[in-house]
């Protein structure tokens, strides 16, 4: 069975930093993209970060995100992560991994920028 | 960027009713288009990839078509299941964009 379960969601001060992560499982990890895609509450989806399979370098970001995300994976772990740094409150969201083929998504995990 | 319209915002339909949902392109996406689907307090739920192709396990009174700039996705009879939001999602250039959504209610 396919599983993504995100983790490290929370409280977070306006500028701050925060690591999210997506424990995946129930597939061959190294041979898929990734991607995390996040929702306002009430809003719509935003996609905001993709790397591409094991053994490539290629990532994206979405220009709201570009230079404060980071998306990083630990092929040996089956780990994703974001690195989420210089938090703003319009960052505020259920942050989701999803799987390459968009097929399989985590259930997410909540990230709120307060000032 | 590309720029995905979803519109109506929200559609009404009785549980047996077909319903068609539009998503326009401000630019050629050929048919790397997917369509959603999201409940309340759920994670979105892939129905449709490459503007027609139905993922695994989605019934087939799902179908999507178009090309270019102009898609749908058709529900052919409304089950009460059906009722939700759908996004539809376009994979053709970066960024990845997703439209704003349409909400199908009942009526």
């Known amino acids: 069975e396919v599983r993504l379960v995100e983790s490290g969601g929370g409280l977070v001060q306006t500028g701050g930093s925060l690591s999210l992560s997506c424990a995946t499982s129930?597939?061959?990890?190294?041979?898929?993209?990734m991607n995390w895609v996040r929702q306002a509450p009430g809003k719509g989806l935003e996609w905001i970060a993709y790397?591409?399979?094991?053994?490539?370098?290629?990532?994206n970001y979405a220009d709201s995100v570009k230079g404060r995300f980071t998306i990083s994976r630990d092929d040996a772990n089956n780990l994703l992560y974001l690195q989420m740094n210089g938090l703003r409150d319009e960052d505020t969201a259920v942050y989701f991994c999803?799987?390459?083929?968009?097929?399989?998504w985590g259930q997410g995990t909540l990230v709120t920028v307060s000032s | 960027e590309v720029v995905l319209t979803q519109s109506p915002a929200t559609l009404s339909f009785s549980p047996g009713e077909r319903a068609t949902l539009s998503c326009r392109a401000s630019?050629?996406?050929?048919?790397?288009l997917a369509w959603y689907q999201q409940k309340p307090g759920q994670t979105p739920r892939l129905l449709i990839y490459?503007?027609?192709k139905r993922a695994t396990g989605i019934p087939a009174r799902f179908s999507g078509s178009g090309s270019g700039t102009d898609f749908s996705l058709t529900i052919s009879s409304l089950e009460p299941e059906d009722f939700a939001v759908y996004y539809c999602?376009?994979?053709?250039?970066?960024?990845?964009?997703f439209g704003p959504g349409t909400k199908v209610d009942i009526k």
């Open positions: 999803a799987r390459g083929d968009w097929d399989y």
């Open positions: 129930g597939f061959t990890f190294t041979s898929y993209s």
């Open positions: 790397t591409d399979y094991s053994g490539s370098s290629a990532k």
């Open positions: 630019q050629s996406v050929g048919t790397s």
């Open positions: 490459d503007a027609s």
């Open positions: 999602q376009q994979r053709s250039d970066w960024p990845l964009t």
